[in-house]
């Protein structure tokens, strides 16, 4: 099911990743000239921003201060991944539309002002989603976070408190890569990962699906389900 299409943000370019000069920019080449490019997704992305990576990008108007945005990168295994999150709420919201929760919702209010933060959507006036993004994959497993966040263990401990008032609650896990399964990232962030069991422990519901990025006709898809990891093994610690 198709659930975004790319091309609304504008004619897609090809180029060449060369390297990151900081969270938000990044330097790039275009038909052997270098440019500067706005990088949305503040993640470490340390294996894909890698020197000489192909990624699509779109020109940026002339008064902004990047001369493109990242969309997304290709993979050594040709596979398209997504590198920008200024529009997983969009696909996130177009798949719960199709049914990604397991049913077609009445209602959907986006941003919804809960204890100390912002959730991502309430649905149906009550159940409270909040959706986190993967695009780390270790041992064909996707793993969030991919950086230490103390914001995505806010988040967890606001869905627990609203399952105590009486909402139902739900961590929604997208993945951006075509992986077996989803685990938290123990090794870079234990107490993302501990929060995470605890909440579940306490009525959280986990959700997890995978989008595509189809190269021909640059639009993204819903990629099948994804299940928690059962009995993984011994991850390698990340770099």
């Given at each position: ?47 894909i921003?890698?020197?000489?990576r192909k ?26 991944v ?12 177009s ?13 959907i ?9 912002r ?27 991919d ?27 997208m993945?951006?890569r ?34 595509r ?12 389900k ?14």
């Amino acid at each position: 099911m198709e659930v975004y299409d790319l091309n609304k943000l504008g004619k897609i370019e090809e180029g060449i990743f060369l390297e990151r000069l900081n969270r938000f920019v990044g330097k790039i080449r275009v038909k052997n000239r270098v440019y500067s490019c706005h990088i949305a997704d503040t993640g470490r992305l340390k294996e894909i921003l890698t020197k000489d990576r192909k990624i699509w990008i779109v020109k940026n108007r002339a008064e902004l201060k990047t001369d493109y945005k990242l969309i997304s990168a290709e993979m050594e295994n040709d596979e398209m991944v997504l590198v920008n999150t200024s529009i997983h709420t969009k696909i996130a919201l177009s798949s719960i539309k199709m049914g990604v929760l397991g049913f077609i919702p009445d209602k959907i209010k986006p941003e919804f002002k809960f204890g100390n933060s912002r959730l991502d959507f309430l649905i149906n006036g009550n159940i409270l989603v909040e959706l986190k993004a993967s695009n780390l994959l270790v041992e064909n497993r996707c793993l969030f976070p991919d950086a230490p966040t103390e914001r995505g263990v806010k988040h967890l401990k606001e869905l627990l408190e609203a399952k105590r008032k009486g909402y139902e609650s739900i961590i929604l896990i997208m993945g951006l890569r075509d992986c077996d399964c989803f685990l938290p990232n123990k090794n870079l962030d234990t107490k993302f990962f501990d929060t995470f069991f605890n909440v579940l422990s306490g009525g959280v519901k986990f959700i997890g699906f995978k989008i595509r990025i189809n190269k021909e006709n640059k639009k993204i898809y819903i990629n099948g389900k994804m299940e928690i990891c059962k009995n993984p093994p011994l991850l390698k610690p990340n770099s």
